[in-house]
């Protein structure tokens, strides 16, 4: 798949929002501005992103926890400000600020989210069936990481989707721990993608700190999927530098992390890796870089202002309504 | 009018449902056979798209309902018994009454999961479940239990409509039963108890096959003992207001629950009325329920689910 300059720097914005607001959410968490969770994502972004960016609108997506799934709404075109209030428990967040931590955006074909992991799987068996029956070639992008992919729902989920041919394209982002459990205590092989291979699905591994990489596989992979093929498994291996959650112990395997290993993870940093290719092919400038940077900053501004100048959501007769359609 | 079985009677209304809107499709493992006979024959009628046979995949088939239901889709899951509401309590109990309240009530689930429930056919401890209780402790699943054929029907028809999640609890005992239906289209609406026997000195509420039995011990006692079996038909909704206009009126009541006692609906009832009745009763109520036993194989089931000579011997004594 080739990509035009302005795919490629489209790319490189959204790539830049989604680490901004990577930062800005692990600071309003630490500042308590939070009323509840959030799993930082920098520096393994670039496969949110680079799943996301090329979607149609009216494709439908499961965002991945990893960073709360910013970058890959972000990608999708929705305008973060709202998930953001969402995290700060305010009326005009996404879910009026009873969800917090999930995310709705119906027109962007983000249909809900679920915070216990192996949902994407079932439910999207749902999508994909209905997405078949609409007809109108919408397909459906479930994210997830490796440690979901240990649930049980990923096996009903998968074969079903591949016998029913559904078009469902699975986008793992494989970082190596499952919250504080490393791959290698989860899963016995080197590629988590050779799970798909056993329902005859195609699977294809890719570099996820190559945002570039990352888009075109997931583009072939939605292609197969909108011509009616069926199913595709990507495999983004990526990493994590940061603990689980912020605040939670930077541990794994009941051991605290070799942070040389981390440093020299940290060396596979997507942004600035893209950044430096896009310099020298001549697709951006360093100008452009300070002009995207300085954007992305003000668009985080505004959505912190918006949230902080947000009421709060304390309206109790919003319990009944919400529980029940008339 | 004519002569339905309970489980004919749940079959028209899937194939009236499935005729009248094309948004209606129902998945399940063996639905194209259906072993107690309630889906069969609507493949032919509705073809492969529509009634979809599906591996023994609880969550998929559970989990695909909700993602259609997201899409304006109308599915019905059907989950053969009860007791496998379990492999599937994920979907079924946290991700479906949950998801439109959690997402600000944008969204509505229009979901109906059907399975049979119930003992009272020696098939053990896996298969005998009446697990309502459970469901009525997760706000936002509505639960129907519909004890004859005439209110299978019309209980179905209007839990297909309802823009909610709803189980939908057949009883596996009352497949044999046979009642008039009528040739005309009709509803009942959920939340609307029925009074069965109208009677003056106690109050026995029971819902699906336990109201079959109830309204057996009331015939019993008549001449001796002038008893009013109410049916609640629905649990989620429940039409409370019934059931206290006839403690009012009799002042003793005798619940009858098949689930297991302990935590039990039974008890949930009880304190219902206790809080908005308590002034009103004659005596303390009493309930008839499963013993606190999983559900025996074999002939050792009758030690464990209510008898009838139980529900007899609560009435008695409630009305000393």
């Not at chain 1, 440690?147 to 074969?159: F, Q, Y």
């Not at chain 2, 991700?95 to 979901?111: E, T, V």
């Amino acid at each position: 798949m080739k990509f035009s300059k302005k795919d490629l720097i489209k790319l490189y914005t959204n790539l830049v929002r989604a680490r901004t607001f990577d930062m800005l959410c692990t600071r309003l968490l630490a500042e308590g501005k939070f009323v509840s969770f959030y799993h930082e994502g920098a520096w393994g972004d670039a496969a949110g992103v680079g799943t996301a960016t090329f979607l149609r609108k009216d494709d439908i997506l499961y965002p991945h926890h990893r960073a709360h799934g910013f970058p890959h709404m972000i990608g999708k075109g929705v305008d973060p400000k709202y998930y953001l209030a969402e995290h700060c428990g305010r009326a005009t967040g996404c879910c009026s600020g009873v969800g917090t931590v999930h995310a709705l955006f119906e027109e962007y074909g983000i249909l809900g989210q679920s915070a216990i992991l192996g949902a994407q799987f079932t439910v999207s068996v749902g999508w994909g069936l209905a997405a078949k029956k609409n007809g109108t070639g919408q397909v459906v992008v479930a994210s997830f990481g490796d440690g979901t992919l240990a649930r049980g729902t990923w096996h009903e989920g998968a074969n079903v989707a591949v016998l029913w041919k559904l078009p469902i394209v699975y986008v793992l982002e494989n970082n190596g721990i499952a919250q504080y459990v490393s791959l290698e205590k989860a899963y016995p092989l080197k590629d988590m993608a050779s799970l798909a291979a056993g329902y005859g699905m195609p699977a294809v591994v890719v570099d996820g700190q190559d945002i570039v990489a990352v888009a075109e596989a997931v583009g072939e992979a939605v292609k197969r999927a909108r011509q009616g093929k069926g199913p595709t498994f990507v495999e983004c291996k990526t990493i994590r530098v940061t603990s689980h959650g912020y605040g939670s112990p930077h541990m794994v395997d009941g051991e605290q992390r070799d942070m040389n290993m981390v440093e020299e993870l940290k060396k596979r940093e997507p942004l600035s890796m893209y950044e430096k290719n896009l310099l020298k092919q001549g697709i951006i400038t360093k100008e452009d870089i300070e002009e995207i940077a300085k954007a992305a900053k003000e668009e985080a501004a505004a959505a912190e202002k918006f949230a902080m100048e947000s009421p709060i959501q304390e309206d109790a007769s919003i319990l009944d309504q919400y529980l029940y359609a008339e | 009018m004519r002569l339905l079985q309970y489980n004919e009677a749940i079959n028209e209304a899937l194939s009236e449902e499935l005729a009248r809107d094309e948004k209606v499709f129902l998945l399940g493992e063996g639905v194209g056979v259906s072993s107690l006979a309630t889906t069969r024959g609507l493949v032919q009628k509705f073809g492969p798209d529509r009634v979809i046979d599906t591996p023994i995949a609880e969550a998929a088939i559970t989990g695909c309902a909700i993602g259609a239901a997201t899409m304006g889709y109308r599915p019905i899951a059907d989950l053969m018994y009860s007791d496998f509401l379990y492999t599937a309590a994920d979907d079924v109990l946290i991700r479906a009454p949950q998801w439109r309240f959690l997402h600000g009530g944008r969204q509505s689930l229009p979901i109906v999961f059907i399975a049979g429930s119930g003992g009272y056919r020696k098939v053990g401890p896996e298969h005998s479940h009446s697990p309502h209780s459970i469901m009525l402790h997760h706000p936002g699943l509505k639960v129907v239990v519909p004890s004859t054929p005439y209110d299978a029907k019309g209980l179905l028809k209007a839990s297909i409509r309802d823009d909610n999640p709803v189980f939908y609890m057949f009883h596996k005992a009352l497949i044999g039963m046979k009642e008039d239906i009528p040739e005309e289209e009709y509803i009942i609406p959920l939340g609307q108890a029925k009074v069965r026997r109208e009677g003056t000195d106690v109050t026995v509420v029971a819902a699906s096959y336990m109201n079959y039995l109830a309204i057996q011990a009331a015939d019993k006692l008549k001449g001796e003992i002038s008893v009013e079996v109410i049916d609640p038909r629905t649990l989620e909704p429940l039409d409370l207001d019934t059931i206290l206009k006839s403690v009012i009126k009799t002042g003793r009541v005798v619940i009858v629950d098949e689930d297991t006692e302990r935590c039990g609906f039974a008890g949930e009832l009880m304190a219902q009325i206790m809080e908005h009745a308590f002034d009103e009763l004659d005596a303390p109520i009493k309930r008839v329920c499963a013993a606190n036993y999983p559900i025996p194989s074999g002939f050792l089931e009758k030690f464990v689910l209510p008898q009838p000579a139980q529900i007899l011997a609560a009435i008695r004594e409630v009305v000393k």
